[in-house]
């Protein structure tokens, strides 16, 4: 992979996250960005002036060997049949549309055109390069799968799943961050109980829940495990789990991912 061209239509918070990334990788040689307000696009392509140009039309994105699709769902059918014509077989068609599914992509593109269709789940972290991202594809050439990890490796982290399973990814990596921002913002209003400084609150709750999360990537140990490492028994920490289990955290969060898994099934239905 060297000397890839990317084009992204929709410069909004997502698409600019995943672009924020994009740029940096040593094989892209250009991105160009477009959005229905135009500034969005300008103001982008003005941050990263070296790489990045500001498209007047769709059209101007599609011409780039790897187009991304980051419009809200409900206009995806919209922009794929203005580009559709430049849609060939060369081509490399990423969506990050929730709940437009793989199919409905390429009934959208119709089938007299046979670019390479990638599904992809992002989530909010891609702003700061931490994304963790659910790739799916079917039938697709595996080098193009390659560019597509390789690029969005870049925001992050990205694996591969069947599209089978895009509406749990969703549910957990996609709408995950609201979960966590919660608690977090739950575990800083318990320490401004305490009688810390709200600032400092945030640092140390949010600090916790990236050390915390860090020791699970990098260990490999179930948190379960790392859980009972902190549970001396008859000790502090224990009264602070069972009260959690008695409030139902556990079954709280299991019932919000459900909520929205059922959204998100409900969506690909539409």
């Given amino acids: 992979m060297k000397n890839v061209s990317v084009g992204c239509i929709g410069c909004g918070k997502m698409g600019s996250a995943i672009m924020s990334g994009v740029v940096h990788n040593p094989s892209v040689s250009s991105v160009i960005v477009t959005d229905k307000h135009h500034e969005s ?21 599609a011409e780039a060997d790897v187009i991304f699709i980051a419009v809200k769902p409900a206009y995806v059918q919209e922009v794929l049949a203005e580009v559709r014509q430049q849609l060939t077989d060369k081509k490399i068609l990423i969506s990050m549309a929730a709940g437009v599914t793989l199919a409905q992509l390429h009934e959208y593109i119709g089938v007299e055109r046979n670019p390479a269709v990638i599904r992809i789940m992002p989530n909010l972290p891609a702003l700061i390069g931490e994304s963790m991202t659910g790739v799916c594809s079917n039938a697709v050439p595996p080098e193009s799968v390659a560019i597509a990890l390789d690029l969005l490796n870049s925001c992050g982290k990205a694996e591969e799943v069947p599209e089978s399973l895009m509406d749990g990814v969703t549910a957990i990596s996609g709408s995950g961050p609201a979960y966590v921002f919660m608690f977090i913002e739950a575990l800083a209003d318990a320490a401004v109980k305490f009688g810390i400084p709200r600032k400092q609150a945030y640092i ?34 224990i009264e602070g789990v069972a009260a959690l ?18 959204k998100s099934v409900a969506m690909s239905k539409r």
Wanted: hydrophobic letters at 40%.
């Fill in 41 to 61: 696009a300008q103001n982008f392509a003005q941050t990263h002036a070296q790489k990045v140009r500001a498209a007047q039309t769709n059209s101007e994105a």
């Fill in 245 to 262: 289990e008695a409030a139902g955290l556990r079954s709280a969060v299991i019932q919000g991912a459900v909520a929205t898994y059922n």
């Fill in 204 to 237: 140390y709750a949010a600090q916790t829940v990236k050390g915390s999360a860090q020791m699970v990537l990098q260990t490999g140990t179930s948190p379960a495990v790392l859980k009972d490492d902190v549970c001396s028994p008859a000790g502090t920490t």
